[in-house]
């Protein structure tokens, strides 16, 4: 069966600007979580969507945000980007809704910020 | 709050050796233990997860931890690395009723042939 599918894989933005990212979970999944990985601050949670509501938030501003669809997809929407938001952000589902389970990672998208 | 330490962050050992990578972790409830296994620029897979029961759990690749209660801990072993073996693992502690996983910065194992 399919994984979890990130698009666009790589990504260049000007600071200023805004993008969003894609991910498809894996079929019959319907938790998808949203983590930010750099170098400096490791594997950090962003948010994560069930059945289209988000039911869990990390410690990021505003300007990071994200909906889930009815068929699970997910996006997340950084605007007004900044230098550091260049990283690779990860998307994961999960079966049974909790991440208790275990993730299913996608390959991420690279962001760079220039 | 849940948080997990990861103290290396980088292992060298030879290909053939025995392998352990420690995973210590804080957290007020019965645990929810996973590691996972990065290769460059590429996501994160599962290697193996416990959520309760028989406290040597095994995963893919030849690769086992175990659960120790009493020392917080929950380190991957493998009795003979191989090359492909090469990459960033990280040990995650699961929320009990919620999508999200805290996981340790990473410990990167290079492999010396």
């Known amino acids: 069966k399919a994984g979890v599918t990130q698009t666009p894989r790589y990504l260049i933005k000007t600071r200023g600007q805004q993008v969003t990212l894609s991910c498809s979970p894996i079929?019959?999944?319907?938790?998808v979580s949203w983590y930010q990985q750099t170098p400096g601050q490791g594997l950090q949670f962003l948010f994560e969507?069930?059945?289209?509501?988000?039911?869990n938030k990390g410690n990021f501003p505003g300007r990071f945000s994200g909906r889930q669809f009815s068929n699970s997809r997910s996006e997340m929407n950084v605007s007004t980007l900044e230098l550091g938001d260049s990283a690779l952000y990860l998307c994961?589902?999960?079966?049974?809704?909790?991440?208790?389970?275990?993730?299913?990672f996608g390959s991420g998208t690279r962001l760079t910020v220039v | 709050a849940q948080s997990v330490t990861q103290p290396d962050i980088h292992i060298t050992v030879s290909e053939g050796a025995s392998l352990e990578l420690r995973c210590n972790y804080s957290y007020g409830a019965t645990p929810y233990l996973f590691w996972y296994v990065q290769s460059p620029g590429q996501g994160l897979q599962l290697l193996l997860k416990y959520f309760s029961g028989d406290t040597l759990v095994q995963g893919i690749k030849g690769f086992e931890a175990e659960f120790k209660r009493s020392q917080s801990s929950f380190n991957l072993r493998k009795p003979s690395v191989h090359w492909s073996d090469a990459a960033e693992y990280f040990c995650?502690?699961?929320?009990?009723?919620?999508?999200?996983?805290?996981f340790g910065d990473g410990t990167t194992l290079t492999v010396k042939p």
């Open positions: 079929s019959g999944h319907r938790s």
């Open positions: 994961a589902s999960s079966t049974a809704g909790f991440s208790n389970y275990g993730y299913t």
């Open positions: 995650a502690v699961g929320a009990t009723n919620a999508g999200k996983s805290t």
């Open positions: 969507y069930f059945s289209e509501t988000q039911r």
